[in-house]
């Protein structure tokens, strides 16, 4: 795996890929709930020389694991409104309907220590199994289907896209 991301690494940086991110292009996201988070926040944000402004303190868990409902209540959300009030972005309606960015000022959000990091999957209700006929040939199972469990970060690289299926795997 190494390998690979050194290989990745090189291809980037020998291809012009790899551009600089502005200061300017950065938010830093704390947990306001948690002091820690914003000191680490602050101190990250003046050594990169990021304005304050970027930086971003919503009241969040203080668990690592989080709840589906708590990261679109206490996360997702209110990071769409700051998005919104700093003009960072400008959204749109695609023509299938999905709100998703048009413009994007900000390139990286970068989690402080105090961020979750998971969320946990949605329990599902047991839904009654109809019994396959004692002939019929295995159906091939999909190991990722109804699971929507995710890793906070790979859930905020989309946020800015709305009505996305939380369940399986994205097409890209």
Known sequence: MRGISRLLLAVFATTGIC?????????VLYNDADPGSKSLADR???????????AVGL???KSAD???????????????????????????????GVVQPVE??????????????????TPKPQAGKDPAPANAPPKPVDPVAGHDEASVDSELALFGIEGLPNEGVLQN
Not at 19 to 27: D, E, G, K, L, T
Not at 69 to 89: K, M
């Open 59 to 61: 009241a969040m868990p």
């Open 104 to 121: 994007n000022r900000m390139r990286v959000i970068v989690s402080m220590r105090g961020v979750p990091l998971r969320i946990r999957a």
């Open 19 to 27: 551009a600089a991110i502005a200061p300017s292009q950065v938010v």
């Open 66 to 96: 989080i709840s589906r409902e708590e990261y679109e209540d206490r996360i997702a959300g209110p990071l769409r409104a700051e998005f919104d009030r700093q003009r960072w972005w400008k959204r749109g309606r695609d023509a299938n």
């Open 44 to 54: 990250y944000c003046e050594l990169r020389g990021i304005a304050r402004s970027n």
